[in-house]
């Protein structure tokens, strides 16, 4: 008798130690390629196979849930929401980490809890959730971290996570696949980050836009997991929608050192869905041969302006940046592993051991209590505070913003180099004059001993106390530690077996936390006469929209978070921030104030913005703020993915120039009608009618990327008011 051929579903596997009664679901993946083969006939990229992979209905293109992990920054206004949405447990796996705020919420509604000390969100997802193959959301751009292992992870604002969470398939649009083939083999002073650093110098941080970034080739064989994961992190700079690696024996080895033996073995067995089809097309192909691959430095003010270590000297001197390197910081969530840690620290033991000094200030950022436990007891930290470095929490820390810097004034021009991910204006340590710049931990170690941007630890030396020139071998390191890892503290808070009887209470007095009110739905007018509220002019960021540093602790706070919206744009009428002319009386004030003011005259206003506007974090409070403040339409020449999403969550109008030169004929000083939303529908356009001041009168098309469901959104005051209609229609059916 013959027996049935063995399943892949058939083996069942936890997704991770801490849910083993959530299983990782291989045969969906399987199945829905199937069909998927059957349609396109053509070979898949890898990108492809996890998408189509995933998707609710293979014939029409849903993608479903996978999982959701909410950051301490961004995790207050998601929980918010959901607490909003009417339901009493989340439909999917989720976790939010580090927010002491908010634990009884987590408890209530069924969410695994990392208490503060656990470290950097992304970390913890590397070492404890992420699987090859796996789909996850998560609140924060460098979400794609766990791309690392093989895994498609996409940074989304809360109220994206909010609809996996109350059980919506999450939309997203097809996106492109670009590849970068990697030949050769990494060594030397070159490290995973240089990867990064050479591709946003080649794509910029528009180039990644409405893209996943797929690494394949014999190269990736040189790259340690966690060094993958660097890469993935920091696609977010790019403004990909992810990035991630095929699965490998350098994955193997990371599941296998994190005690996850099981999910190695079924990813092996699974491995000839977890790479891509020979003979796969991509959008487009970049070629990096590692052997040949220089150290690179980015910087300063933007991640994409790449430097060869070679010609840094040169290009310092040419552009007149600050040559003295105040402080040196490594780690965070992009560079922050055992084998960074270590690598490090053996370069700062060639430098004590020589007489050298450190020449610049120097902290260290450990990304998670297992990475800080494991290298307090392997010796790293001993030799790092025995050089004078400072260790920090294991948390974001100054790479955003968490930063009581005194060693410059405000405004002084200065240098400082890292290994975090971003380095816009001021991003660090709300300092505007601040040159960062951003390189691999070796690097700016080397640099922090140095203490100038001239110096090339490649072929430089340092005189040392003794007269003699010292210079650096290459550094070395371990990708794992040869003793394992130490867990350290047990950090991780499960959800209660009985969670009726927990109550989540916001004391109405809190400067931190505040319930949220549902926002008015659209009053079924084309809207007319509304004032410019600000042209910002240039970059603009997340954070020029709402900073962080010592603005996070109000992230659960609309009222107060609100107190910060665009304060670091640039107004084109002036060329300052935060000073914009009120039309209602020609005063002058900050753009929250004026702002302010309009939402109380009942006056709603719009925001005229350059390319890739809200580029960044993934920070939904950057679209909240508006909203709140009463505005109704950002119109741009080009946004940014995730907040061009979050704008249409919350009820707002993401509108983009059909002509980019458009913006340059509407001044901060115009009012503005919107014409077409009485027949809003996906694929048309919209009319701006602008008036200026004197008298004359342009008028122009408007695009939109609005699909029905989006429509819906808008007219219904935001994405939230919608889904809470929806669910008290079905209680009430």
């Not at 990064?196 to 340690?224: C, D, F, Q, R």
């Not at 005051?717 to 059916?733: P, Q, V």
Request: charged share 20%; hydrophobic share 35%; glycine share 10%.
């Amino acid at each position: 008798m013959a027996t049935a051929a063995p399943r892949i579903g058939d083996t069942k596997v936890a997704m991770s130690l801490l849910e083993k009664d959530k299983y990782i679901n291989y045969q969906r993946i399987e199945d829905n390629l199937v069909i998927v083969r059957d349609r396109l006939n053509r070979p898949l990229t890898l990108s492809e196979k996890i998408l189509y992979g995933h998707l609710d209905d293979p014939a029409n293109q849903d993608i479903v849930r996978g999982r959701v992990a909410c950051q301490d920054a961004t995790a207050q206004m998601a929980l918010l929401q959901f607490m909003s949405a009417g339901m009493d447990t989340a439909a999917v796996p989720t976790t939010v980490h580090c927010l002491r705020l908010l634990g009884t919420a987590t408890a209530k509604y069924g969410l695994g809890f990392w208490k503060p000390g656990s470290g950097i969100i992304h970390q913890i997802i590397l070492e404890n959730y992420a699987f090859p193959g796996g789909l996850m959301i998560g609140t924060d751009s460098h979400t794609p971290n766990a791309g690392g292992l093989g895994m498609i992870a996409c940074g989304v604002g809360g109220a994206d996570a909010v609809d996996v969470m109350a059980g919506i398939p999450w939309e997203l649009k097809c996106p492109k696949v670009i590849g970068v083939n990697l030949t050769g083999k990494i060594g030397g002073w070159t490290t995973p980050k240089d990867v990064i650093l050479k591709v946003a110098g080649i794509l910029t941080v528009k180039g990644g836009t409405g893209a996943i970034v797929e690494y394949k080739g014999p190269g990736v064989e040189s790259l340690s997991c966690t060094g993958m994961a660097t890469i993935c992190n920091m696609g977010a700079e790019i403004g990909a929608t992810t990035s991630l690696f095929p699965f490998n024996h350098r994955m193997t080895d990371y599941l296998n050192a994190t005690k996850r033996p099981e999910i190695a073995k079924y990813a092996q067995q699974f491995a000839h869905n977890l790479k891509a089809d020979e003979g796969a097309e991509y959008d487009q192909v970049i070629e990096i041969n590692l052997s040949e691959l220089e150290p690179h430095i980015n910087g300063p003010f933007t991640p994409d302006l790449a430097t060869p270590i070679s010609k840094l000297a040169a290009e310092a001197k040419k552009n007149g940046w600050p040559d003295e390197i105040k402080v040196g910081l490594i780690g965070s969530c992009t560079n922050s592993s055992y084998e960074d840690m270590s690598r490090s620290a053996s370069l700062v033991k060639q430098a004590t051991d020589a007489g050298l000094e450190l020449k610049s200030k120097f902290t260290i950022t450990p990304g998670s209590e297992q990475v800080r436990a494991t290298i307090a007891r392997d010796g790293q930290i001993d030799l790092f505070e025995g050089a004078g470095g400072i260790v920090l929490a294991n948390a974001c820390g100054p790479c955003i913003g968490q930063w009581d810097r005194k060693d410059v004034k405000k405004g002084e021009p200065n240098t400082i180099v890292t290994s975090y991910n971003r380095n816009f204006t001021g991003r660090n340590d709300a300092n505007p004059a601040t040159h960062a710049f951003v390189a691999s931990p070796d690097i700016v170690t080397a640099l922090s001993f140095a203490g100038t941007l001239s110096f090339n630890p490649l072929t430089d030396s340092i005189p040392t106390p003794s007269g003699t020139p010292f210079k650096f071998s290459d550094p070395s390191g371990f990708e794992l530690p040869p003793r394992g890892y130490d867990p350290g503290q047990d950090t991780f808070q499960p959800p209660p077996q009985d969670r009726a009887t927990v109550q989540v209470q916001v004391d109405p007095k809190s400067d931190r936390l505040q319930l949220l009110k549902p926002f008015a739905p659209w009053d079924g007018k084309d809207p007319k006469d509304l004032p410019v509220l600000i042209k910002v002019k240039g970059k603009c960021t997340t954070d020029h929209i709402s900073a962080g540093g010592p603005w996070l602790k109000y992230r659960g706070h609309l009222e107060n978070i609100s107190q910060n919206c665009l304060i670091g744009a640039i107004n084109a009428e002036n060329g300052e921030a935060n000073k914009i002319q009120s039309q209602l009386d020609g005063s002058w004030g900050g753009v929250p104030q004026v702002a302010a003011g309009y939402r109380e005259a009942g006056i709603k206003w719009v925001v005229i913005g350059d390319h890739n506007y809200g580029e960044g974090s993934s920070r939904e409070h950057a679209a909240l703020e508006p909203r709140f403040l009463g505005g109704l339409a950002i119109i741009v020449r080009s946004f940014a993915r995730i907040h061009e999403t979050n704008l249409k969550k919350q009820g707002m109008l993401a509108l983009t120039f059909v002509n980019p030169e458009d913006y340059d004929k509407v001044k901060g000083t115009d009012k503005v009608d919107i014409k077409g939303l009485q027949t809003f529908a996906p694929g048309k356009n919209l009319t701006l009618t602008v008036k200026h001041k004197d008298g004359s009168v342009d008028e122009f098309p408007l695009a939109h990327s609005f699909n029905e469901g989006q429509i819906e959104w808008f007219k219904a005051g935001s994405a939230l008011n919608l889904m809470a209609a929806h669910a008290k229609a079905k209680a009430s059916a």
